[in-house]
Nanobody, 123 residues
Framework: IQLREFGGGSVESGGSVTLSCTAS????????MGWFRQGAGKERDGVAY???????TYADSVKGRFTISGDVAKGTLYLQMDKLTPEDTAIYYC??????????????????WGRGTQVTVSS
């Protein structure tokens, strides 16, 4: 499965951005999908996860501000980001992995990754 992110750009602090992720093929049931981000000089961190069309987990730093949604079965995932701050500046990636029954989506190793899209928030 090939993934591609869209929607990055520059925005002022307090603004909103919506990212989308499209997959090269339909995704069958039994999956984890997630949004990750990597700021300059930082490690890549998970932002939000979705398991079988149900939002599951958000990083504490984005709770109440970011919303993961989409029709994954049709190959589309979104990340609505509101009340952005300069600390949200990063390259954002979407990722996919078939669901492992014994594991949660925030604790698995993702197999398929997009190339990322830059989001820059100015103060």
């Amino acid at each position: 499965i090939q993934l591609r992110e869209f929607g990055g750009g520059s925005v002022e602090s307090g603004g909103s951005v919506t990212l989308s992720c499209t997959a090269s093929e339909l995704i069958s049931s039994g999956y984890c999908m997630g949004w990750f981000r990597q700021g300059a000089g930082k490690e890549r961190d998970g932002v939000a996860y979705r398991e079988n069309d149900v939002p599951t987990t958000y990083a504490d730093s984005v709770k109440g501000r970011f919303t993961i949604s989409g029709d994954v079965a049709k190959g589309t995932l979104y990340l609505q980001m509101d009340k952005l701050t300069p600390e949200d500046t990063a390259i954002y990636y979407c990722a996919h992995v078939p669901k492992i029954p014994s594991a949660t989506c925030d604790a698995v190793l993702y197999a398929n990754w997009g190339r990322g899209t830059q989001v820059t928030v100015s103060s």
